[in-house]
Antibody, heavy 122, light 106 residues
Framework: EVHLVQSGAEVKKPGESLKISCKGS????????VAWVRQMPGQGLESMGI????????RYSPSFQGQVTISVDKSTSTAYLQWNNLKASDTAMYFC???????????????WGQGTLVTVSS | AIQLTQSPSSLSASLGDRVTITCRAS??????LAWYQQKPGKAPKLLIY???SLQGGVPSRFSGSGSGTAFTLTISSLQPEDFATYYC?????????FGGGTKVEI
């Protein structure tokens, strides 16, 4: 069974750094994309970016380019989302999701992590 | 980026009702559309991909249709566990984008 398990909730101050994780199991980690999706309080879903663990090919959505870094550690089947300078506006729930690419240029998401709540407050 | 516009943004329905949600794309996306269900405090769940393919384990009362720029998600007979927010997502090109969501309420 496919599982994506995310790291726990975080409370940070503005200006601090943070790296959250998403560990995949039950499938060949290097053969599927992993995406990060933001959901701000009471709002909808926003795709932040996506990485292919097999070759670390990474695509960022324009709104998030330069604001976050997505990476992966193949040896531990773990994907990461990192900030170097958190802002209060980064307060949100962050989901990772497994991307399935079926004869299309880009993937949809068939399995999701449980979410990591990030709170940024002074 | 391709914009996806869902309508309505919310709707009230009763058990047993037939519910239809629409998703319109700002440009043609063939059938590269997925639908997700999200309940409060939970991760989204894939319902439909390729506009009309039912994900394994999803009840057959859910169905999807459409291609190009206009798509629909239909729930044939609303059940208590279907009260949730529904999102469409296009996967024809990057950046991947979601619709704004449709909240289905009693």
């Amino acid at each position: 069974e496919v599982h994506l398990v995310q790291s726990g909730a975080e409370v940070k101050k503005p200006g601090e750094s943070l790296k959250i994780s998403c560990k995949g199991s039950g499938y060949t980690f290097t053969s599927y994309w992993v995406a990060w999706v933001r959901q701000m309080p009471g709002q909808g879903l926003e795709s932040m970016g996506i990485i292919y663990p097999g070759d670390s090919d990474t695509r960022y959505s324009p709104s998030f380019q330069g604001q976050v870094t997505i990476s992966v550690d193949k040896s531990t089947s773990t994907a990461y989302l990192q900030w170097n300078n958190l802002k209060a506006s980064d307060t949100a729930m962050y989901f990772c999701a497994r991307g399935v690419q079926l004869q299309r240029p880009s993937p949809f998401f068939d399995s999701w992590g449980q979410g990591t709540l990030v709170t940024v407050s002074s | 980026a391709i914009q996806l516009t869902q309508s309505p943004s919310s709707l009230s329905a009763s058990l047993g009702d037939r519910v239809t949600i629409t998703c319109r794309a700002s440009q043609g996306i063939s059938s590269a559309l997925a639908w997700y269900q999200q309940k409060p405090g939970k991760a989204p769940k894939l319902l439909i991909y390729d506009a009309s393919s039912l994900q394994g384990g999803v009840p057959s009362r859910f169905s999807g249709s459409g291609s190009g720029t206009a798509f629909t998600l239909t729930i044939s007979s609303l059940q208590p566990e279907d009260f949730a927010t529904y999102y469409c997502q296009q996967f024809i090109t990057y950046p991947l984008t979601f619709g704004g969501g449709t909240k289905v309420e009693i």
